[in-house]
């Protein structure tokens, strides 16, 4: 089963408006991963978070990590059409294998 | 830098062909990682490889799958014979030895058994 869940399923907003998407897992982890895959290509590494940040911020990226409720949120900030994308996030334990949640759908509408 | 170079980028074959995927990592990487996605089952790791050994190979399906890293800069999944269910997006990704470090994915190979 998928250590990592995203919620919603699907968004979508329109250009300017804030994204947030939730991820909630299940075990211990060391860090917190977000990717974004765009439609036909590969997934693009957008942020870390380690096991002990509480927010971590990079442009118009802001993630969130609450440890005692295995769960991490994605703000996108002012979000334009170019993000419309999956986004995943992926959990770290032990070792180097990232579990990957099922990925939430974004559409920027302009 | 050419990023994670996958081969071919679209398969399409027949029920009990053998296909092989391949992969080029980014110089000077040394863990490989081989995903599949599909629509039901999402984004799931098959195997990996530490300096060309493989270290966890428990997301393999069946024994029809098989992988190899001969060196550093190539690896390969095999499956044979292939069949309809094996049709996804199989991507690799390649990370520096740390256990905080991204993973950069290839751009996939979109396979398709008939």
Redesign the interface.
């Known amino acids: 089963s998928q250590q990592g869940e995203e919620d919603p399923q699907a968004l979508s907003i329109q250009e300017g408006e804030n994204a947030t998407m939730n991820c909630s897992y299940k075990t211990s982890i060391n860090n917190l991963q977000w990717y974004r895959q765009n439609s036909g290509r590969g997934l693009v590494h957008l942020i870390l978070i380690r096991s002990n940040e509480r927010e971590k911020h990079s442009g118009r990226l802001r993630v969130t990590l609450d440890t005692s409720k295995k769960s991490s949120s994605l703000l996108i900030t002012a979000s334009r059409a170019a993000d419309t994308a999956s986004y995943f996030c992926a959990t770290r334990a032990a070792g180097n294998k990232l579990t990957f949640g099922g990925g939430t759908r974004v559409l920027v509408k302009p | 830098d050419a990023g ?1 170079i996958q081969s071919p980028r679209h398969e399409v074959t027949e029920m009990g062909q053998e296909v092989t995927l391949r992969c080029k990592p980014i110089s000077g990487h040394d ?1 490989l ?1 081989w995903y599949r996605q599909t629509m039901m089952r ?2 799931e ?1 098959l195997i ?1 490889f ?1 300096n060309n050994v493989p ?2 190979d428990s997301g393999m399906p069946e024994d029809r799958f098989s992988a190899k890293m001969p060196n550093a800069s190539f690896s390969t999944l095999k499956i044979q014979p292939s069949e309809p269910r094996d049709s996804a997006v199989y ?1 690799c ?1 390649s ?1 520096l030895a740390s ?2 470090n ?7 190979t979109r396979l398709t058994v008939l």
Do not use: H, K, R
């Not at chain 2, 991204?102 to 996939?108: K, V």
């Open positions: 994670v863990y990682f999402g984004l790791l990996y530490n270290i966890d991507f990704a990370s256990t905080m991204e993973q950069f994915f290839g751009p996939g």
